[in-house]
């Protein structure tokens, strides 16, 4: 605008201010969303893969925080953690009975292979690696045991079926933590076969138990008996013994002097009037001394 000759410069100044405003604030956002994708992060327990214009890198990113080329590469996350794969498994038992089994896979992707992971597989790891391996792990030995075997060993059938998806898996970079068998299902006919014979080995053990026990009271009345008769014949031994004793005490203490004084102390005075063997007066002289005594007590004639 003109004003007496002179141009309002003051006018002019504010209207190229505006424009230069614009242009700054888009620089300024520009670099600051450039300074941005220069940078990339990596959680803990994850890599980072280097994509270069679509071009994966064979090298990768640690934890942590890496520069990179802005809008040229990017970093693309591989998790490393412990992830748990579940799904269900249907196999055949070496007697031909069908198993359905729930199945959970503890597994993880180790750091070195993840850009390889990346590259040639991509996220979808799981249902390209790991699910047919599983599938055919647990066919493969299933069929090396009957459906009763596939129960009672559960933990061994476990520990094979983990070794054989190991075999399969660990060339693309997957590492098997811990495999689990969750739950065995088998027909409807093979579970009602099962429990009855579970019911008969109980009533075969209850059985033997009853009979174990019916011994086991047998024996206590026989060695309960054993114990009475051989404590009998201990008492009657023994009262054998000192009676046997006593006879020996009195058959040692005997003599002719002791048995003369002991039948003189009983004798009456009466001499027998018949002599014999039997009449143990006469074995002691008894009769000179009643005749002695009496020729002195009887008066001679005149």
């Given amino acids: 605008m003109e004003n007496n000759g002179f141009v309002d410069i003051k006018n002019k100044k504010g209207k190229t201010k505006g424009p230069m405003i614009a242009i700054i604030s888009i620089i300024a956002v520009l670099a600051v969303i450039v300074v941005l994708s220069a940078g990339a992060i990596v959680p ?15 090298s ?35 007697d031909l009975q069908t198993v ?32 047919p391996a599983v599938q055919e792990s647990m066919k493969a030995i299933s069929a090396k045991y009957n459906a009763e ?17 190991e075999s399969k898996v660990s060339e693309y970079g997957i590492q098997i933590e811990k495999f689990n068998i969750v739950n065995f299902d088998f027909s409807a006919e093979f579970n009602s076969a ?77 001499v027998p009037k018949v002599a014999g063997s039997a009449n143990p007066l006469l074995t002691l002289g008894l009769d000179e001394i009643s005749g002695n005594n009496t020729n002195t007590n009887t008066p001679k004639a005149e």
């Fill in 100 to 131: 359905n089994s729930k199945i959970a896979v503890n597994f993880r992707v180790r750091s070195d292979a993840s850009a390889s992971i990346y590259k040639n597989i991509g996220a979808d790891y799981q249902q390209v690696i790991l699910m």
């Fill in 44 to 58: 803990a327990g994850c890599t980072g893969v280097v994509v270069t214009l679509g071009s994966v890198s064979d």
């Fill in 149 to 165: 075997q596939l129960i009672t060993n559960r933990n061994q059938v476990g520990q094979e079926i983990k070794e054989q998806l």
């Fill in 60 to 94: 990768t990113y640690s934890e942590g925080f890496h520069l990179k080329i802005p809008f040229v590469q990017q970093v693309e996350i591989v998790s490393n953690k412990i992830q748990v794969y579940e799904t269900d498994a249907s196999a055949v038992s070496k």
């Fill in 194 to 270: 099962i429990e009855q014979k579970q019911v008969a080995e109980q009533n075969l053990l209850k059985t033997k138990t009853e009979q174990e026990e019916q011994l086991v009271i047998a024996d206590a009345d026989a060695q309960k008996k054993i114990k009475a008769a051989n404590a009998e014949a201990a008492a009657i031994k023994a009262k054998a013994d000192a009676q046997a004793d006593a006879n020996k005490v009195i058959s040692e203490s005997l003599n002719d002097t002791l048995l003369k004084y002991q039948l003189l102390e009983k004798w009456d005075g009466t």
